[in-house]
């Protein structure tokens, strides 16, 4: 059985553990898994000695090993368990495949920002309305497991002043604060990023409204990797979950039917819809759209096509230029050939600070919203374009494949850079080894 280490209210748990159920409901999952509650003890005792890593989600395999990131989790178990297949197959959907990869790799790497946002916003001094108390419950639950719930409470409220100052929160920003600015997500800017999360929940209210998936009627790597925002961070808090269920009904639809439990309503892609037939008997159908399954013919829904724009709009020229800087570090005197470059966080990676914070070498300008504001360069989000890279050249190892994504990328704003993602990729390419990244020799 694998053992997955997670926190409930965990951004990257959500995904991972989705994707879990999903295998498992399928039967695809060997004897299933096993959702740990990752309590500081199993932290210092068990997982960084193993793993070398504290960051949840981590997942522990039959034979033993240890896979520590979400996205790492699923290339993993889809590798050892294709049965019930998450990623469409480059060589007869590449399509619907460009789809998924960018899609996890937006609501990784883009949507995490107004979400981290929206966490730690209204638990500032003063917010109205204001969900401290809900914030301190959840993480009161990991920091204190299995204490009464006064005490779970109290665990989270000690937790943040000591890690985050949230009682300092904008004259001193630390911890969770200081990583919001470190994105981008300061000043003004905080506005631009909650307007640009609002108009990805308007596309995808109408996308949802004629799919029941990204790709139709069955889940894919895309609806994992949008579900890490929407359901951690969104739905199920005490502030932004109430807006999310006034203005975006159906969008919270989709997020009970990709988490995969309680989701009788909301209908998920093993269930069964029921009519009577002439004799009063129960006459079954698929409950979910389009069949129960990705569209035909590698076809893009079309109203998934505005959720990609916004992709190319907003997050595409954020990784291009992410790239350039990132390559003018790595071929600096500043930078051991091969050496250590800052990880995958939610903030500047210890040792890192001086680089990723200010105008350190590794920040850079960014437009978003008509606003101009600066950010950290984040070495991961290369790390998963090496992964899109390899799943289009996979893709185009066929005329027909090739040409296919050629006309499906070139309409879109700068798309057919994606064709021409090694050139891009030449100067910066990562290796991962566990949670640490390091530049390719």
């Known amino acids: 059985m694998y053992r997955l280490f997670s926190w409930e209210h965990s951004y990257f748990s959500g995904k991972a553990r989705a994707y879990l159920r999903f295998k498992q409901r399928h039967g695809a999952l060997g004897d299933g898994f096993e959702d740990i509650l990752a309590t500081p003890e199993l932290i210092q005792g068990l997982l960084i000695p193993?793993?070398?890593s504290g960051a949840?989600?981590?997942?522990?395999?039959?034979?033993?090993?240890?896979?520590?990131?979400?996205?790492?989790?699923?290339?993993?178990?889809?590798?050892?368990?294709?049965?019930?297949?998450?990623?469409p197959d480059p060589a007869t959907r590449p399509r619907q495949m460009l789809a998924a990869y960018l899609l996890e790799l937006f609501g990784d790497e883009w949507m995490v920002v107004p979400g981290f946002w929206e966490r730690w916003y209204f638990s500032e001094d003063g917010r109205s309305p204001n969900h401290r108390g809900f914030n301190e419950q959840q993480w009161g639950a990991v920091m204190a497991?299995?204490?009464?719930?006064?005490?779970?409470?109290?665990?989270?409220h000690g937790f943040f002043e000591a890690a985050f100052g949230i009682s300092t929160s904008r004259s001193d920003p630390r911890g969770v604060y200081a990583g919001l600015v470190h994105l981008g997500c300061g000043g003004d800017m905080e506005f631009a990023w909650q307007a640009s999360q609002h108009r990805i929940l308007e596309r995808l209210e109408a996308h949802f409204s004629q799919h029941d998936f990204v790709l139709g009627g069955m889940p894919s790597l895309a609806d994992y990797g949008l579900l890490a925002s929407l359901y951690a961070h969104l739905y199920r808090d005490a502030v932004s979950g109430f807006a999310l269920r006034t203005h975006f009904p159906i969008v919270?639809?989709?997020v009970e039917r990709t988490n995969g439990e309680g989701a009788l309503n909301a209908r998920m892609e093993t269930q069964k819809l029921y009519s009577l037939d002439d004799d009063g008997e129960l006459l079954?159908?698929?409950?979910?759209?389009?069949?129960g399954a990705w569209l035909e013919d590698d076809a893009i829904p079309e109203t998934l096509v505005p959720i990609?724009?916004?992709?190319?709009?907003?997050?595409?020229?954020?990784?291009?230029?992410?790239?350039?800087?990132?390559?003018?570090?790595?071929?600096?005197?500043?930078?051991e050939a091969g050496g250590e470059v800052p990880g995958k966080t939610f903030t500047a990676t210890p040792g890192f600070e001086h680089l990723q914070t200010g105008t350190g070498a590794l920040t850079h300008e960014f437009e978003?919203?008509?606003?101009?504001?600066?950010?950290?360069?984040?070495?991961?989000?290369?790390?998963?374009?090496?992964?899109?890279?390899?799943?289009?050249?996979?893709?185009?190892?066929?005329r027909e494949g090739e040409q296919s994504l050629?006309?499906?990328?070139?309409?879109f704003s700068r798309g057919e850079e994606l064709l021409e993602l090694s050139s891009i990729l030449k100067g910066c390419r990562v290796r991962k080894e566990g949670a640490l990244l390091y530049a390719e020799r």
């Open 56 to 87: 949840v989600p981590q997942l522990q395999t039959p034979d033993g090993s240890w896979v520590q990131d979400s996205s790492e989790i699923i290339d993993v178990v889809e590798a050892a368990h294709p049965a019930a297949p998450v990623v």
């Open 50 to 52: 193993r793993s070398g």
């Open 308 to 335: 990609l724009e916004i992709f190319f709009e907003e997050m595409w020229p954020v990784l291009s230029d992410a790239c350039r800087v990132l390559t003018a570090y790595i071929e600096s005197d500043a930078h």
């Open 284 to 291: 079954p159908r698929v409950a979910t759209s389009d069949g």
């Open 252 to 254: 919270c639809e989709w």
């Open 368 to 398: 978003l919203g008509g606003l101009k504001g600066r950010r950290m360069v984040v070495p991961y989000q290369v790390w998963m374009l090496q992964r899109l890279e390899a799943a289009i050249e996979r893709a185009s190892e066929s």
């Open 145 to 156: 497991a299995g204490a009464p719930g006064d005490a779970r409470r109290a665990a989270g």
């Open 406 to 411: 050629r006309e499906f990328v070139s309409g």
